[in-house]
């Protein structure tokens, strides 16, 4: 079958690279795709949101599944395009339709389905321009760190937490009047603040049954330690050393089938990934908030521990046959890092050459920035690459992932060392 991609990130190049190895899979196009995606399938220079240029692509090449990697076109209702058109309703769109994506497009959206179907959640309140002041004094009814979020997409960094009460305000003031993250923060939701250790939880949903896929853990600060500016991920861990059996059947039980029973019961029409953040407290998972895709480092991580073949997933998805799927999962661990343009995530350059890709040995190069230029492979973004390996646990895994890093090129590369050191 011909299958269209959406996306040009090092998901998409890690969705890319499992799919085509399906014998399902006959022809793969990715827009706009990378570097990356280009050595293995097509690439086509348009965006992942332009909805007529998908439309014209589908019916000239015969396209038969559309996988969306983004957040953006889900938000934007791409899969209502489809539905709602007659030339395209037959085509299957792995992701959730637009009233589904809006647990991602908007934090008070997805604080609200929490609470009405019980899952457990921090106690939150939202803002907006109007309320600003209110918003301030419900600050001093928290306990220091206070959450911020953008209550739209900003990209991984509508998010702050801060220590002082006159800073918060301050912040709140900045995103609401000030426009901080623009349209993003035009709404803010504060949140109580959880003290605990993150993870990833994601689930694949044809709406009626699911398949929890492997865990994982990103790491979304600049700086070593944990410090500096949120990121989009600098790194991922899976499976993540300290979820036990115990602490899955809660994340299943209180958080898992509530929230697909909720898609159920709210009418919310959803097939595709459902990507759970949640923190640790004191062994009690607690959800932090929902996204509508898979994760970014976390896919590079993820993706390569599954054994099953990824377009026949995505068709038991389509055809609402899930439960009779075998997922299988490769027992060894899989770590990512993640290689960014100096600057990142503030000011960066681009177009710088890349070199050394025919060095690395035991681990799997995936393209996030980067483009073809003069026959040149160059940056084209603010992480560019993200360098994956297995290993029988972590450490082993996390040694190759180094190792190889230090094979690769560019002017001004910029990466983590202690992706994972939280963990031994």
Same mark, same amino acid.
């Given at each position: 079958?011909?299958?269209?991609?959406?996306?040009?990130?090092?998901?998409?190049?890690?969705?890319?690279?499992?799919?085509?190895?399906?014998?399902?899979?006959?022809?793969?196009?990715?827009?706009?795709?990378?570097?990356?995606?280009?050595?293995?399938?097509?690439?086509?220079?348009?965006?992942?949101?332009?909805?007529?240029?998908?439309?014209?692509?589908?019916?000239?090449?015969?396209?038969?599944?559309?996988?969306?990697?983004?957040?953006?076109?889900?938000?934007?209702?791409?899969?209502?395009?489809?539905?709602?058109?007659?030339?395209?309703?037959?085509?299957?769109?792995?992701?959730?339709?637009?009233?589904?994506?809006?647990?991602?497009?908007?934090?008070?959206?997805?604080?609200?389905?929490?609470?009405?179907?019980?899952?457990?959640?921090?106690?939150?309140?939202?803002?907006?321009?109007?309320?600003?002041?209110?918003?301030?004094?419900?600050?001093?009814?928290?306990?220091?760190?206070?959450?911020?979020?953008?209550?739209?997409?900003?990209?991984?960094?509508?998010?702050?937490?801060?220590?002082?009460?006159?800073?918060?305000?301050?912040?709140?003031?900045?995103?609401?009047?000030?426009?901080?993250?623009?349209?993003?923060?035009?709404?803010?939701?504060?949140?109580?603040?959880? @003290? &605990? $250790? /993150?993870?990833?939880? =994601? %689930?694949?949903?044809?709406?009626?049954?699911? *398949?929890?896929? !492997?865990?994982?853990?990103?790491?979304?600060?600049?700086?070593?330690?944990?410090?500096?500016?949120?990121?989009?991920?600098?790194?991922?861990?899976?499976?993540?050393?300290?979820?036990?059996?115990?602490?899955?059947?809660?994340?299943?039980?209180?958080?898992?089938?509530?929230?697909?029973?909720?898609?159920?019961? @709210? &009418? $919310? /029409?959803?097939?595709? =990934? %459902?990507?759970?953040?949640?923190?640790?407290? *004191?062994?009690? !998972?607690?959800?932090?908030?929902?996204?509508?895709?898979?994760?970014?480092?976390?896919?590079?991580?993820?993706?390569?521990?599954?054994?099953?073949?990824?377009?026949?997933?995505?068709?038991?998805?389509?055809?609402?046959?899930?439960?009779?799927?075998?997922?299988?999962?490769?027992?060894?661990?899989?770590?990512?890092?993640?290689?960014?343009?100096?600057?990142?995530?503030?000011?960066?350059?681009?177009?710088?050459?890349?070199?050394?890709?025919?060095?690395?040995?035991?681990?799997?190069?995936?393209?996030?920035?980067?483009?073809?230029?003069?026959?040149?492979?160059?940056?084209?973004?603010?992480?560019?690459?993200?360098?994956?390996?297995?290993?029988?646990?972590?450490?082993?895994?996390?040694?190759?992932?180094?190792?190889?890093?230090?094979?690769?090129?560019?002017?001004?590369?910029?990466?983590?060392?202690?992706?994972?050191?939280?963990?031994?």
């Amino acid at each position: 079958m011909n299958i269209l991609l959406l996306g040009s990130g090092g998901r998409e190049h890690a969705f890319a690279w499992k799919m085509v190895q399906s014998p399902l899979c006959d022809t793969l196009f990715v827009a706009p795709g990378n570097a990356g995606t280009a050595a293995i399938a097509t690439n086509l220079d348009f965006s992942a949101t332009d909805f007529d240029a998908i439309k014209a692509l589908v019916i000239k090449e015969n396209i038969e599944m559309v996988v969306v990697g983004p957040e953006d076109p889900l938000v934007k209702g791409i899969y209502d395009f489809f539905k709602n058109d007659h030339d395209l309703k037959d085509i299957p769109v792995i992701g959730p339709s637009q009233l589904g994506a809006t647990l991602e497009g908007s934090k008070e959206f997805a604080k609200e389905f929490l609470m009405k179907h019980k899952i457990p959640t921090a106690a939150y309140d939202s803002f907006t321009a109007e309320t600003v002041e209110k918003g301030c004094e419900f600050l001093t009814t928290l306990q220091p760190p206070y959450v911020l979020k953008a209550d739209g997409l900003a990209a991984g960094k509508g998010v702050l937490i801060i220590q002082d009460l006159a800073e918060a305000q301050e912040e709140l003031r900045n995103m609401l009047v000030g426009q901080k993250f623009g349209a993003a923060s035009s709404k803010v939701v504060i949140e109580e603040f959880l @003290d &605990g $250790i /993150e993870l990833s939880c =994601f %689930v694949l949903t044809d709406g009626k049954s699911y *398949k929890i896929l !492997p865990t994982a853990k990103d790491y979304k600060r600049i700086g070593e330690g944990d410090t500096g500016l949120n990121t989009g991920g600098m790194g991922a861990v899976s499976p993540v050393p300290y979820v036990d059996a115990v602490l899955m059947e809660k994340i299943e039980t209180r958080i898992v089938k509530p929230t697909i029973e909720g898609f159920q019961k @709210d &009418g $919310i /029409e959803y097939k595709g =990934f %459902v990507f759970i953040g949640l923190i640790n407290v *004191k062994n009690e !998972p607690i959800v932090i908030e929902y996204n509508v895709r898979m994760g970014d480092p976390e896919t590079e991580v993820v993706i390569p521990r599954m054994k099953s073949d990824l377009v026949e997933l995505f068709l038991a998805v389509a055809n609402e046959k899930l439960d009779e799927f075998e997922l299988e999962i490769d027992e060894r661990s899989a770590t990512t890092v993640v290689v960014v343009s100096g600057g990142y995530p503030e000011d960066f350059e681009k177009g710088k050459v890349i070199s050394g890709f025919e060095n690395v040995e035991n681990s799997i190069v995936f393209h996030a920035g980067t483009k073809l230029n003069n026959g040149n492979i160059v940056s084209n973004g603010g992480r560019v690459l993200t360098v994956t390996s297995y290993g029988d646990n972590f450490e082993e895994a996390i040694k190759k992932s180094y190792q190889n890093i230090d094979k690769l090129h560019f002017d001004k590369m910029y990466f983590r060392k202690d992706i994972g050191n939280d963990l031994k």
